[in-house]
């Protein structure tokens, strides 16, 4: 059975740092890795998708992807109390469904 | 663009009755849809794939006779709840894949919440 584990937090930063939230999957055929914020009582909405190791930025976010150790993180850089939410991995293997972690709750403090 | 709309927002309903939930991509045509379902400070969990003109397929677990799906068009896929219960009281999710982009991304919709009296 696919499994993608989150921390599940708080993680807890101040206002302007990194935040750094991490995700690792057990399907080694996986091949598409997806990053949605989900705000209390809201839809999940997508930040990133990587498919490719490496970094991949988008503004303020840099999802990372290391293939070999099955582990995808996202960094959020000037994290702002609007970034208060829970970040949720979702993982997927060729073109079909994707298996969501139980998500990371990040806690941006003024 | 992606946005994808789900109708009504919210239900309160009685138990042993049916709620139709709908769910449509605004501004893409959708082969694929899937529906969720996510209980209070848990992750989301699929119960359904649905593509335009086929059967669902459901995921294990899931009634597939209690959540019944039907995906009429390229736009528009329907979950219905019968005979609901208040343990089927939850937040429901559709997402939409769009087709002919080579794109595997999933636009959520903002979720139906039912609540069963």
């Known amino acids: 059975q696919k499994e993608v584990e989150q921390n599940s937090g708080p993680l807890s930063v101040p206002e302007g740092a990194i935040a750094s939230l991490n995700c690792t999957y057990s399907?080694?055929?996986?091949?598409?890795f997806f990053w949605y914020r989900q705000y209390s009582g809201k839809s999940p909405e997508l930040i990133m998708f990587i498919y490719s190791n490496g970094d991949k930025e988008d503004g303020r976010f840099t999802a990372q992807l290391n293939k070999a150790s099955q582990y995808v993180s996202l960094l959020i850089r000037d994290s702002q109390p609007s970034d208060s939410a829970t970040y949720l991995c979702?993982?997927?293997?060729?073109?079909?469904?994707?298996?969501f972690g139980k998500g990371t709750m990040l806690l941006v403090s003024p | 663009g992606a946005v994808v709309s789900q109708h009504p927002s919210w239900v309160i309903c009685k138990s042993g009755t049916s709620v139709k939930i709908e769910c449509r991509s605004l501004d893409f045509q959708a082969t694929t849809m899937f529906w969720y379902r996510q209980f209070p400070k848990q992750s989301l969990m699929l119960m359904a794939t649905?593509?335009?003109?086929?059967?669902?397929?459901?995921e294990q677990g899931v009634e597939k006779d209690k959540f019944l799906i039907n995906h009429a068009s390229l736009t528009l896929s329907t979950l219905t709840v019968t005979s609901a219960h208040p343990e089927d009281s939850s937040f429901y999710i559709c997402s939409a894949r769009p087709g002919g982009t080579g794109t595997d991304t999933q636009y959520f919709g903002p979720g139906t919440r039912l609540t069963v009296l």
């Open positions: 979702a993982v997927e293997e060729g073109y079909s469904t994707l298996t």
């Open positions: 649905s593509n335009e003109g086929s059967k669902a397929t459901y």
């Open positions: 399907d080694r055929g996986s091949q598409s």
